[in-house]
């Protein structure tokens, strides 16, 4: 045994290089190249031409729909997240299983799929199609679209990280605090939500990131409307199809560098609080 363990302890620097290595050839080969030349082809053309793409109103119109899709669909997951974490970590009920699955839906459905059903549902020719135009509403083809469907691929984020956390700390502090006369209400403001503030911060920023990066879902519902239905990620796609390269690099570099500010935030999160977040299950 003790020969076992003296060979691994002596093999343990190399392998250790050796993965070292070939972890920071994946990330460079695969991940910061591909970010490097955003940002290189972003101001191939100099800072003047990288400002200018920010003037049109279609680049803007595309990042005030990003944002405000953003800013609907993150609070309505930190609402669902935090109601179905608790149900499922403080209460037995049926269908708990068939819930918790139901959550994880969007991680193995493709987010064109996702888009089509919201299509096949709320479409001119779908399943609410002729009940939405009599009343004169539009989904498909327009913002509610893209915010459903946004939804659709982000509400697991928050969810997923509250409901271990909440099933670990159980209710018994809950409990206490009823039993000595606080209503539910505040129960829930003064002892959960500061028990689970950093996991449900970190979701937070998982969701956020998604949301404002996510592509397939909402170019099916969008309909590419210029100036109207088109976000960041769909704009970009337009631009390099039509070879305006640096309008699509530039507006690259935003998207990337709102991903790499979250990431920032995150990591921050993680140095500040990171005892915190290992109780809860952050690694």
Request: aromatic residues 10%; proline residues 4%; hydrophobic residues 60%.
């Amino acid at each position: 045994m003790s020969n076992a363990a003296g060979n691994v302890r002596s093999e343990r620097p190399a392998t250790r290089r050796a993965l070292i290595a070939v972890a920071i050839g994946f990330l460079a080969l695969f991940l910061l190249s591909p970010l490097v030349v955003v940002f290189v082809e972003a101001f191939a053309k100099g800072f003047g031409a990288f400002a200018a793409v920010f003037a049109d109103s279609e680049a803007l119109a595309a990042i005030g729909l990003t944002l405000l899709v953003a800013a609907i669909t993150v609070p309505a997951n930190v609402v669902f997240g935090l109601a179905a974490a608790w149900a499922i970590a403080k209460f037995s009920f049926p269908g708990k299983s068939l819930l918790i699955t139901l959550i994880d839906l969007p991680f193995s459905v493709s987010p064109v799929v996702a888009g089509l059903v919201y299509v096949l549902v709320f479409g001119a020719q779908g399943l609410f199609g002729d009940w939405l135009v009599a009343h004169d509403m539009q989904i498909v083809f327009a913002v509610p679209g893209i915010v459903l469907a946004t939804i659709f691929v982000t509400f697991p984020f928050v969810a997923r990280e509250l409901i271990p956390l909440m099933q670990e700390q159980g209710s018994v502090e809950e409990e206490a605090a009823l039993t000595l006369g606080a209503s539910g209400p505040r129960a829930f403001l003064t002892v959960t939500l500061p028990n689970v503030k950093w996991a449900l911060l970190y979701g937070v920023l998982l969701c956020n990131a998604r949301a404002m990066g996510e592509f397939g879902a909402v170019s099916v519902v969008s309909g590419h409307i210029r100036g109207l239905t088109n976000t960041i990620p769909l704009q970009v796609e337009i631009l390099y199809n039509e070879y305006n390269s640096v309008a699509a690099f530039a507006l690259a570099a935003l998207l990337a560098s709102l991903a790499l500010v979250t990431l920032g935030l995150k990591t921050l999160l993680e140095w500040r609080h990171g005892d915190a977040l290992k109780t809860h299950g952050r690694h």
